[in-house]
């Protein structure tokens, strides 16, 4: 049976990074290989205005009364992250990456509206590179549904689908003149590390991104996610479905070539590296 748990208030942040520290320690954890059945809810969330605003200059997304696509994302990011840092939780949540995002929104949320969250683990699997989960949650005005999300994390370790043959790189493609080109520094990130929460220290820290195989900070994906959304605000309709792919990260300092292209239905979106042409992001919005 679910062990749902129902929370006045957010995680705290702060706390729950220190949690997910302390179960990188192995002695103190107890990691089982099958999901622990819980959820969580919060219900009656107000949005906090002052926030959102931090959010929208980190994002450069417009700050107005509708919430933007992805904002829902940091606000439920504390619900999440207390599901995974159980000390059961199958692994750590230290340098746990970002592989994939779909967001299906029926309709615009007013800042104004009160909002009530349901968060789940689900569907533990294996990847070459790895295991992988999806974070699934849901926000509801009343009874309606108005946002929900499938966010899929991978953290890389070996598993029994390892070692096997590797596909052959595909070779570099000089990319297309892009709609524009975007630099992306530690400060934007640090900047949206704190309106985001997310202070996983392979965002943050150039050392803590060497101990989990990077050789230099790299940008969140969802902040990437968000960023991109920029090149067409105004032109998302209420009712839509965003599919993220997360690619190659985006190493910090760097320039990146920004790509929007009107396609029956909606949107092909993606950022490139500007000389070598792969994908940092690939998205669609219908």
């Known amino acids: 049976m679910t062990q749902t748990t129902a929370l006045a208030t957010p995680p705290d942040n702060g706390r729950l990074y220190v949690k997910a520290a302390l179960g990188a320690v192995p002695l103190l954890s107890r990691r089982k290989s099958v999901l622990p059945d819980r959820d969580l809810r919060l219900d009656g969330f107000r949005v906090d205005p ?88 849901e926000a509801k005005v009343g009874r309606e549904l108005v946002w929900r999300q499938v966010a899929t994390l991978l953290h890389q370790q070996k598993t029994s689908l390892s070692g096997g043959p590797k596909p052959e790189p595909k070779p570099d493609e000089v990319p297309p003149p892009p709609l524009k080109s975007l630099r992306v520094d530690q400060k934007t990130i ?5 309106a985001s929460g997310d202070r996983n220290p392979i965002h943050t820290s150039a050392l803590g ?6 050789p230099r900070s790299i940008a969140h994906g969802m902040w990437s996610a968000a960023t991109i959304l920029g090149s067409v605000e105004g032109r998302i309709p209420e009712s839509t479905t965003y599919n993220v792919k997360f690619g190659k990260p985006i190493l910090l300092p760097s320039t990146v070539n920004v790509y929007a292209d009107k396609v029956d239905g909606g949107w092909d979106l993606a950022m490139r590296h500007p000389e070598k042409g792969y994908p940092h992001l690939t998205a669609t919005l219908r």
Do not use: W
């Not at 640090?190 to 704190?194: D, G, I, N, S, V």
């Not at 991104?209 to 990077?214: H, L, R, S, V």
């Open 50 to 137: 002052e926030h959102l605003a931090a959010y929208c200059r980190a994002t450069g997304l417009r700050f107005g009364d509708a919430l933007p696509l992805t904002y829902p994302f940091v606000l439920t990011f504390p619900l999440t992250m207390q599901l995974i840092v159980a000390r059961d939780f199958p692994f750590v949540a230290v340098g746990a990456v970002h592989a994939e995002n779909r967001i299906e929104r029926t309709r615009e949320i007013s800042m104004a509206e009160p909002l009530d969250f349901h968060t789940r683990i689900e569907n533990l699997r294996e990847h070459p590179r790895g295991l992988l989960i999806d974070a699934v949650t």
């Open 190 to 194: 640090t900047r949206y590390a704190a």
């Open 209 to 214: 991104a060497k101990a989990f195989g990077f």
